[in-house]
């Protein structure tokens, strides 16, 4: 079974790993030159504020113009590898013997129905982890530099931030995870649908839809986010609201804690209550600046709600793990179909 599993596999294996090697040539040839830049920058050790701002800024404009294009690339790379894994590898496993009619002649062998698929299915899936690791691991490594100088304001939907969906589903463990659920999606859309395309189809749509769900509203609730008070910077307000008489404000969440995932804020008052209170006449005429700065006087704080840079491990491991695991249950399901109900 495995030397027959290689054989029908051995071209997509090879596309795979001519793809790794061609990548890795391009990350090894541009790759310690980011480094070189990165270290005599001084990036790693500035503290956040202007003078490091403009530390990063002098890194970026000092990248060559195609480090720019490869650091994106790369990210597209990253969230197509899944893809591929469970569309090309996964999907047409058990629809091409279906549609060349062979899949009842296995049967016939000395290979028993359950025996022929967990073959594949571990064999197959190991191999498409593997795949998304080695990818993962190649760029990890290249764009951690441009990782860490990299930024983008809260509220953003496409920051580069670590805890960020954009870098947190294309770096480090993830992907792994990602890989598994998208191959035994895959085998189990096409043992439903018993036909590649159909198969195809469905494997990218789910897929796609369920990443982006779990980035936008499974993700944050993982691990119960910590709460901290902090003074209200008025330079963070971004509008006073007036509903009849009644001004509230909203501000920017912004936390000094370099990493940390700012998940949302409310401006409270004095007695931790969210503020309301009567308009000031500098909030009711037409200058901003004036109606921040009559702020003051009511010594606003605000409450943010983060998950510290120090669970950044843990948040990988958990997602990985969830979807390990609905890989393994996709993976029992068609271990049951097949065996018990498709003939």
């Given at each position: ?286 200058s901003f600046q004036a109606c921040t700065a009559s702020l003051a006087k009511f010594r606003l704080r605000e409450l943010i709600s983060y998950e510290p840079a120090s669970r950044f491990w843990t948040f990988q491991w958990v997602e990985t793990g969830i979807f390990v695991a609905l890989a393994l249950a996709l993976a029992g399901l068609c271990l049951w179909w097949l065996v018990r109900r498709l003939a």
């Amino acid at each position: 079974m495995i030397w027959l599993t290689w054989r029908q596999f051995r071209a997509q294996a090879i596309a795979a790993a001519a793809a790794a090697a061609v990548l890795a040539l391009l990350l090894i040839i541009t790759g310690p030159y980011i480094v070189h830049l990165y270290d005599i920058n001084g990036i790693a050790t500035c503290t956040p504020g202007p003078n490091c701002q403009s530390v990063t800024n002098t890194f970026s404009n000092e990248l060559p113009w195609f480090d720019p294009v490869l650091f994106l690339l790369g990210i597209g790379i990253m969230f197509a590898v899944p893809a591929v894994v469970g569309a090309f590898w996964g999907a047409p496993l058990i629809t091409r013997e279906i549609e060349a009619r062979t899949l009842p002649l296995t049967w016939n062998q000395s290979v028993t129905k359950f025996r022929w698929l967990a073959v594949k299915l571990g064999l197959l899936g190991l191999a498409g982890m593997a795949a998304a690791g080695l990818f993962s691991l190649m760029l990890t490594w290249w764009s951690s530099p441009m990782d860490s100088a990299l930024g983008v304001p809260y509220g953003h939907r496409l920051t580069f931030e670590r805890f960020a969906p954009v870098l947190f589903a294309t770096r480090d463990v993830t992907p792994l995870g990602y890989a598994a659920f998208a191959f035994a999606l895959g085998v189990t859309a096409g043992l439903l649908t018993r036909r590649t395309v159909s198969a195809v189809a469905t494997t990218l749509g789910v897929f796609a839809a369920v990443q982006f769900a779990w980035a936008e509203w499974i993700r944050a609730h993982l691990i119960p986010p910590v709460q901290t008070v902090v003074p209200l910077n008025l330079a963070d307000v971004a509008y006073t609201p007036i509903r009849n008489g009644i001004m509230t404000v909203q501000a920017v969440p912004v936390l000094g804690q370099q990493g940390a995932w700012v998940l949302s804020g409310q401006v409270i008052d004095t007695a931790g209550r969210p503020f309301q209170a009567a308009a000031t006449p500098s909030c009711e005429g037409t200058s901003f600046q004036a109606c921040t700065a009559s702020l003051a006087k009511f010594r606003l704080r605000e409450l943010i709600s983060y998950e510290p840079a120090s669970r950044f491990w843990t948040f990988q491991w958990v997602e990985t793990g969830i979807f390990v695991a609905l890989a393994l249950a996709l993976a029992g399901l068609c271990l049951w179909w097949l065996v018990r109900r498709l003939a």
